[in-house]
């Protein structure tokens, strides 16, 4: 079955400091897409970052970085130099199988808080 | 960059009612159309998948006849909850997808608030 997985409900970091949200994801198949969608109070998604399972570097979107570790089953986002507008609910998405007419699977999702 | 359109933003009604919910896709042809439901702080449930011109896909324990799902063009999908019951108060959001590489995301629009009396 696939499932992402996200453990840490809540988060805190202040201004200007680093912070990782968690995510493992379980699937049987080699071929599949990472995603990470933030959601602030407004409701709205939006499209942070992306990783195929083929990719061999880690990707990279300005603060947002993927922590990609395949053997693990691992895709932790990194966001550097922390701002108060961070502060939403982060959701770790899988697409198995990659193409787009897949939905995505979410995990439960993080909420980040920033402080100054 | 790609833009979908929910509407309405909001929606408050009395029980019995029926709510029609219009996802566009404003610069782009949706092939593919996503439907979703979120409780407050809590993750997106997929409901169900509509491509353009064919019957949309359920997701196990959503009623159909419940979730009206009508996918008539490239660049539209409704969703009706039929006879709405306090129950079925929640946000609910769209995603659309096109035809591209498997790193093209989805678009979402930014969701219904719908709350039944």
């Known amino acids: 079955a696939q499932k992402i997985t996200q453990t840490q409900p809540g988060m805190f970091v202040q201004e200007k400091e680093a912070v990782t949200l968690d995510c493992t994801y379980d699937t049987s198949d080699q071929s599949y897409g990472l995603f990470w969608y933030k959601q602030p109070s407004s409701g709205e998604m939006i499209f942070l970052i992306y990783q195929g399972s083929y990719d061999e570097q880690n990707a990279t979107e300005g603060r947002y970085s993927l922590n990609f570790q395949k053997a693990r089953k691992s895709a932790n986002l990194v966001i550097s130099a922390s701002q108060l507008g961070d502060s939403a609910m982060y959701f770790c998405a899988m697409r198995n199988p990659p193409n787009t007419g897949t939905a995505l699977i979410f995990g439960k999702g993080t909420t980040l808080s920033v402080s100054s | 960059g790609a833009v979908v359109s929910q509407h309405p933003s909001r929606v408050i009604c009395k029980s019995g009612t029926s709510v029609k919910i219009e996802c566009r896709s404003l610069?782009?042809?949706?092939?593919?159309m996503f439907w979703y439901r979120q409780f407050p702080k809590k993750s997106l449930m997929l409901m169900a998948t509509s491509n353009e011109g064919s019957k949309a896909t359920y997701e196990q324990g959503v009623e159909k006849d419940k979730f009206l799902i009508n996918h008539a063009s490239l660049t539209l999908s409704t969703l009706t909850v039929t006879s709405a019951h306090p129950e079925d108060s929640s946000f609910y959001i769209c995603s659309a997808s096109s035809v591209g590489p498997s790193n093209k995301p989805q678009h979402f629009g930014d969701g219904t608030r719908l709350s039944i009396l």
């Open positions: 610069d782009f042809q949706a092939t593919t």
